[in-house]
């Protein structure tokens, strides 16, 4: 059975740091891009970054370029370092592993920002 597991949520003040993993279980993910998305109370999921298969490319939204950064450990691990975090990325953080019609998310990361 496929798993992902997020953790590394919590509570922190404007301008902290968190990171976020996912652990992946149930198969092997290294011909799987994984990402993170995050939803907001009262808005849609919406897009924060991905990597590559091999870790060597990265996209990210716009909103959180220069601040957040994806990384990638091995086939199965996905990381999220948050850093000048924002009230606005106060949000419940999901990793996805995506690979053509497959599409698998983690239960979510609560994340939230004091201003």
């Known amino acids: 059975q496929v798993q992902l597991v997020e953790a590394g949520g919590g509570l922190v003040q404007a301008g902290g740091s968190l990171r976020l993993s996912c652990t992946a279980s149930?198969?092997?993910?290294?011909?799987?891009?994984m990402g993170w998305f995050r939803q907001a109370p009262g808005k849609e999921r919406e897009f924060v970054a991905l990597?590559?298969?091999?870790?060597?490319?990265t996209i990210y939204a716009d909103s959180v370029k220069g601040r957040f950064t994806i990384s990638r450990e091995g086939a199965n691990m996905v990381f999220l370092q948050m850093n000048n975090l924002e009230p606005e990325d106060t949000a419940v953080y999901y990793c996805?592993?995506?690979?053509?019609?497959?599409?698998?998310w983690g239960q979510g990361a609560q994340v939230a920002v004091s201003s």
């Open positions: 996805n592993a995506r690979l053509m019609s497959r599409n698998y």
């Open positions: 149930g198969r092997t993910f290294s011909n799987y891009v």
């Open positions: 990597i590559s298969l091999s870790g060597t490319s």
